[in-house]
C-alpha cells in the first residue's frame, strides 16, 4: 500500500472511456508533445555538455509510459507511473499544496492498477512520434491480407512513415512473393533511418535487376551484388534477390564471351583479307621479275666477262 495526496484527481470507477474520447486525449496529448520534447532533448543536451567527459554518456528520448517516479512521501516507495506531459505541472502543484490542509489522502494499493493509468498506457501505445509510433501488436506475415494491415514494423516501432506508399507498396509486394517480412531477421537495435534506408536501397535493386539489360554493363551487377550481401549480412532476408542477380550475371558474362569471341573473329578475318592482298601484290611481284630474267639474252656470267673486258681495255 502507498499513501499518494492528489488534490486535484478524484478517484474515478472502474468504467469504460468512450473511444473518441479517447482518441481526443491523444490528439492533445501528441500536440503538446511535439512542443516539449525539443526542449526537453535541449535541456537534456545542456546537462551532457557539463557532465565529465571521463566518464560516457548519451541522451535518449523517452516515451512518458518508460518514466517512473518514487514520490518521497510514499513509505513503501512504491513506483508510480507518471506521464511525461503533466510532470512538470504537477510537481509544482504539488510543493505548492504539500501544507494544505484540505488535502485528502488518497490510498492505492500497489497491487491494484489505477483506471487512469491503464488509460494512459492506451493511449501512450498508439502514440505518434514523428511518424514513427509504437506498434500495438507483432503479427505475423501469415496474418497479413492486404496492404492496409501490412505494417513495417523495426524494434517495436512502426517506421511506415519513413516510407512514401509507392515504395510501401513496392516493399510489401517484396515480402508477398517470399511470404515473410524481409527485414524480419535484421540485427537488433538498428536505428530506424538505417533499416528505411535499407529497405529504399533494396526495392531500387529489385527494380534495377527487373530492368536490366543482357548489355548492361558489369560494373553495376557488381555494384547491386554487393550491396546485397552487405544487407543479408545484417539480417535482411534478400537471398531470393541475390540469386537471380548470380544467374543474370552469368548469363551476362557468357553474352559477353561471345561478342568478344565474335569482335575477336571479325578482327582476324579482316587482318586475313590484308594478308591476302599483300600476298596477291608479292605474287605479281614475282612474276614481273621472273619476266625480266628470261627475256634477258645475257646471264650472270656473260655479263661479268663483258664487264671485265671492258675494264681493262686500253684507253
Known amino acids: 500500500m502507498a499513501i499518494v495526496q492528489n488534490p486535484n484527481k478524484r478517484h474515478r470507477p472502474s468504467s469504460p472511456t468512450p473511444p473518441m474520447v479517447k482518441r481526443g486525449k491523444m490528439v492533445k496529448m501528441v500536440i503538446a508533445n511535439i512542443d516539449s520534447q525539443a526542449s526537453a532533448n535541449e535541456r537534456a543536451k545542456e546537462v551532457q555538455a557539463n557532465l565529465p567527459l571521463k566518464f560516457p554518456s548519451f541522451t535518449k528520448l523517452m516515451l512518458p509510459s518508460h518514466v517512473y517516479i518514487v514520490r518521497h512521501d510514499c513509505p513503501n516507495e512504491v513506483d508510480i507511473a507518471l506521464s511525461l506531459l503533466d510532470l512538470e505541472g504537477s510537481m509544482k502543484h504539488h510543493d505548492s499544496v504539500e501544507n494544505d490542509p ?156 561471345y561478342e568478344e569471341a565474335r569482335l575477336e573473329r571479325d578482327r582476324a578475318e579482316e587482318e586475313r583479307k590484308v594478308l591476302e592482298a599483300r600476298i596477291a601484290e608479292v605474287k605479281e611481284i614475282i612474276d614481273r621479275l621472273n619476266g625480266e630474267i628470261e627475256n634477258s639474252n645475257m646471264n650472270f656470267e656473260k655479263l661479268e666477262v663483258v664487264f671485265q673486258e671492258l675494264a681493262k681495255s686500253p684507253w
Open 102 to 257: 484540505n488535502n485528502v489522502p488518497m490510498i492505492c494499493d500497489a497491487n491494484q492498477p489505477d483506471d487512469q493509468t491503464i488509460e494512459d498506457d492506451e493511449d501512450l501505445g498508439s502514440e505518434i512520434l514523428g511518424g514513427i509510433r509504437l506498434s500495438e501488436s507483432t503479427i505475423t506475415f501469415q496474418q497479413v491480407t492486404s496492404i492496409e494491415n501490412f505494417n513495417i514494423i523495426v524494434n517495436g516501432l512502426v517506421i511506415d512513415s519513413e516510407l512514401s506508399q509507392h515504395l510501401k507498396t513496392k516493399y510489401y509486394e517484396l515480402c508477398s512473393s517470399q511470404r515473410m517480412f524481409l527485414h524480419e531477421n535484421l540485427l537488433e537495435g538498428l536505428n530506424c533511418k538505417l533499416v528505411s534506408g535499407i529497405i529504399c536501397e533494396t526495392i531500387n535493386i529489385a527494380d534495377a535487376i527487373r530492368a536490366s539489360k543482357i548489355t548492361s554493363p558489369p560494373g553495376g551487377f557488381t555494384i547491386w551484388s554487393k550491396t546485397l550481401k552487405a544487407f543479408e549480412a545484417m539480417g535482411m532476408n534478400i537471398g531470393f534477390l541475390l540469386a537471380r542477380l548470380d544467374q543474370l550475371m552469368g548469363l551476362a558474362s557468357k553474352s559477353r564471351r
